[in-house]
């Protein structure tokens, strides 16, 4: 588990926001992966998509249906006018009830060609994710445990690593259980290996 | 000590071992403790002197004789009196002649301040209440010939006061004439407002006192001091200039001049700066003004111009018509840790605990002190240009991002607990 990719990925980060980018992509690992859905649930990132080197469809695109395809549906409505009001049929066959949404990405085969297309956000003008820092470094690991965790969410200084300060800072950590926030590893009791901060 | 102990050490003593005694050797040349000569801690005094000084305390401080307990008891309680007379008893007089001290400052008052006297501008004017007058307190409204019979009663009691030796009589000159009617108007308006001309009163003591300024609620005017110093240092509304460039700003912000006097304005930086034409060089000063109301509005303002005066008032008007507002998190410390960069210069602010205090340099402790923040700490780890920290610390209180803002970027739901927990009762 090399954090030079980490690293890069924070840089990365960092300048896709500045660059006010709405899509950025990284390269895949499994520990990228985890720290992307990390940021998503702590609502940096507004989407984590695996696809290949071209942009996954936008979203509101996906929904949309080819030209063909069109001209077919047009002809079947012309016949049954009906089709166009959602039936009964239909609606059983959606298990979540419309909630969940499928995309088609096309994720290539060969794994080199795999990406990561994440989703930025922004709000009142400005990025949501401004700063991402690694705290570990790839010369020089840093493991916390449950109690230094307690001291650092609380803005305290603990095991050389400076306390989150920020309004609305976050460190994550690989532990056992996955890659977690700091405050759910506290709550969890759950010591790890600081990743890295984000504001 | 016991009353006891000597006795027990009579009984005591042939048991008692008797601690050797030394050798008493000098270790050092100067004499030892019991040789120096050892002074009393207070000078003993003479039986003579002593006479004398009982003679001076009592014809200073006599003791209260039959007439003044008389007149004392008129005025209090045989209790007050009783405990009046303990504490005269409990000063020694002895010791007000020996120890007593007046004063020799100089705001020391010019009377003696044992309520004897009352001075017209450094004390309360004497008051009465409804009780200080004996009788009966019932009064009637006046019907209008009993008013018309009461005002004319006063007018003339009012004349006869502004013309003690009588009215002028015969030809009149112009002056006097007109001063005659003035007179009249004066004192017809007087009687008119005195209350004795709209109420009837039965009681001689409750009649005098409705005229009496003693039992008036209004507070009596000031007495118009009047000699050359007063004269000189005093400043009419009228005189006073009004700056246009103030009036505008007044106008702007839609205040008046009160609020505007609550502005805490400091200069912070003034240096000169030149400006080189081809005619030479023309020096102008350069001004740098903050400005805050201590509760969480800060502006910066800058000025320059080859007037000095001009120059400052200009930056003065900037900081005030600059003026934003400052989030504060309990009205004393800022959001989060805070970092802001102006040119080379790089600004930390630390939010920090309540009681810590400002431990800040000198710029940003005024900027913090003007803004009404109480609790921070700082670090300018780069440039200190000072109009750089200055400019750099504004922005930085001012571009805060609130928590309730970070959670709506973030889609998450924040409560403040807080509010919960300690019954609303936090900022």
């Known amino acids: 588990m090399s954090l030079v990719n980490l690293a890069h990925v924070c840089s990365h980060l960092q300048n896709a926001s500045k660059a006010r980018l709405g899509l950025t992509s990284i390269p895949v690992s499994k520990m990228h992966v985890n720290l992307m859905l990390g940021l998503q649930r702590e609502g940096f990132i507004s989407s984590v998509t695996l696809g290949g080197t071209t942009p996954p469809t936008p979203f509101l695109l996906q929904d949309q249906i080819d030209p063909e395809e069109h001209s077919d549906m047009a002809q079947k409505l012309a016949a049954e006018p009906w089709a166009a009001y959602p039936s009964a049929e239909a609606k059983s066959g959606n298990l979540l009830g419309g909630r969940e949404i499928s995309y088609n990405v096309k994720v290539p085969?060969?794994?080199?060609?795999?990406?990561?297309?994440?989703?930025?956000k922004f709000w009142n003008n400005e990025p949501v994710l401004k700063n991402m820092k690694l705290v570990s470094k790839p010369t020089r690991?840093?493991?916390?445990?449950?109690?230094?965790?307690?001291?650092?969410?609380?803005?305290?200084?603990?095991?050389?690593?400076?306390?989150?300060?920020?309004?609305?800072?976050?460190?994550?950590?690989?532990?056992?259980?996955?890659?977690?926030?700091?405050?759910?590893?506290?709550e969890r009791k759950l010591g790890g290996m600081a990743l890295c901060r984000v504001y | 000590m016991s009353v006891c102990r000597p006795v027990r050490c009579l009984f005591a003593s042939a048991s008692l071992p008797k601690p050797a005694s030394a050798p008493k050797r000098s270790f050092h040349a100067s004499a030892p403790r019991a040789a120096r000569k050892r002074r009393p801690h207070?000078?003993?005094?003479?039986?003579?002197?002593?006479?004398?000084?009982?003679?001076?305390?009592?014809?200073?401080?006599?003791?209260y004789d039959t007439s003044e307990t008389a007149l004392l008891e008129k005025r209090y309680t045989p209790a007050q009196?009783?405990?009046?007379?303990?504490?005269?008893?409990?000063?020694?007089?002895?010791?007000?002649?020996?120890?007593?001290?007046?004063?020799?400052?100089?705001?020391?008052?010019?009377?003696?301040?044992?309520?004897?006297?009352?001075?017209?501008?450094?004390?309360?004017?004497?008051?009465?209440?409804?009780?200080?007058?004996?009788?009966?307190?019932?009064?009637?409204?006046?019907?209008?010939?009993?008013?018309?019979?009461?005002i004319t009663f006063l007018a003339n009691e009012n004349l006869a006061k502004m013309f003690p030796d009588g009215l002028p009589e015969g030809e009149l000159s112009e002056d006097t004439q007109r001063q005659l009617e003035e007179a009249m108007g004066t004192a017809v308006t007087q009687a008119v407002l005195d209350p004795r001309a709209s109420f009837r009163v039965k009681n001689v003591h409750a009649a005098a006192a409705l005229s009496d300024p003693?039992?008036?609620?209004?507070?009596?005017?000031?007495?118009?001091?009047?000699?050359?110093?007063?004269?000189?240092?005093?400043?009419?509304?009228?005189?006073?200039?009004?700056?246009?460039?103030?009036?505008?700003?007044?106008?702007?912000?839609?205040?008046?001049?009160?609020?505007?006097?609550?502005?805490?304005?400091?200069?912070?930086?003034?240096?000169?700066?030149?400006?080189?034409?081809?005619?030479?060089k023309i020096r102008s000063l350069y001004y740098l003004t903050i400005a805050g109301n201590q509760d969480g509005l800060l502006g910066v303002g800058e000025?320059?111009?080859?007037?000095?005066?001009?120059g400052r008032k200009q930056s003065v008007?900037?900081?005030?018509?600059?003026?934003?507002?400052?989030?504060?998190?309990?009205?004393?410390?800022?959001?989060?840790?805070?970092?802001m960069k102006v040119g080379a210069t790089k600004v930390q602010l630390f939010s920090r605990p309540p009681g810590f205090g400002l431990r800040v340099q000198h710029l940003i402790f005024e900027l913090a002190r003007a803004a009404g923040l109480q609790d921070l700490a700082a670090k300018t780890p780069r440039s200190r240009n000072k109009m750089n920290v200055i400019k750099a610390t504004w922005e930085a209180l001012c571009n805060q991002k609130l928590p309730d803002e970070i959670a709506r970027a973030r889609g998450k739901k924040l409560v403040d607990?807080?509010?919960?927990?300690?019954?609303?009762s936090v900022h």
């Open chain 2, 81 to 150: 009196i009783v405990a009046i007379k303990a504490a005269e008893t409990a000063i020694d007089s002895r010791d007000i002649v020996t120890q007593g001290r007046r004063r020799t400052d100089p705001w020391l008052l010019p009377y003696e301040d044992d309520l004897a006297e009352v001075d017209p501008v450094t004390d309360h004017a004497e008051k009465l209440d409804p009780s200080d007058i004996p009788g009966s307190h019932d009064f009637k409204d006046v019907n209008e010939e009993e008013r018309d019979e009461a």
């Open chain 2, 303 to 310: 000025g320059k111009s080859t007037e000095p005066d001009e």
């Open chain 1, 109 to 120: 085969q060969n794994p080199a060609r795999r990406r990561l297309w994440l989703g930025l």
């Open chain 2, 417 to 424: 607990v807080r509010k919960v927990y300690y019954g609303g």
């Open chain 1, 141 to 186: 690991r840093i493991w916390l445990t449950s109690e230094d965790l307690g001291r650092i969410t609380r803005t305290r200084e603990a095991a050389y690593v400076k306390g989150l300060t920020h309004p609305g800072e976050c460190m994550f950590l690989t532990t056992d259980r996955g890659i977690l926030e700091a405050r759910e590893c506290v």
């Open chain 2, 317 to 339: 008007m900037a900081a005030i018509r600059n003026m934003r507002p400052i989030p504060r998190y309990e009205n004393r410390t800022t959001y989060g840790d805070l970092e």
């Open chain 2, 214 to 280: 003693r039992h008036s609620i209004v507070m009596p005017d000031l007495p118009r001091i009047d000699n050359r110093m007063v004269r000189q240092t005093r400043r009419l509304s009228s005189e006073e200039e009004e700056d246009p460039r103030q009036k505008r700003l007044l106008q702007y912000l839609n205040w008046d001049k009160q609020k505007l006097r609550s502005i805490r304005v400091k200069t912070l930086v003034v240096h000169g700066v030149t400006n080189q034409t081809r005619m030479g």
């Open chain 2, 42 to 63: 207070y000078p003993s005094i003479k039986a003579e002197d002593l006479k004398l000084l009982n003679q001076v305390a009592e014809t200073n401080y006599p003791k």
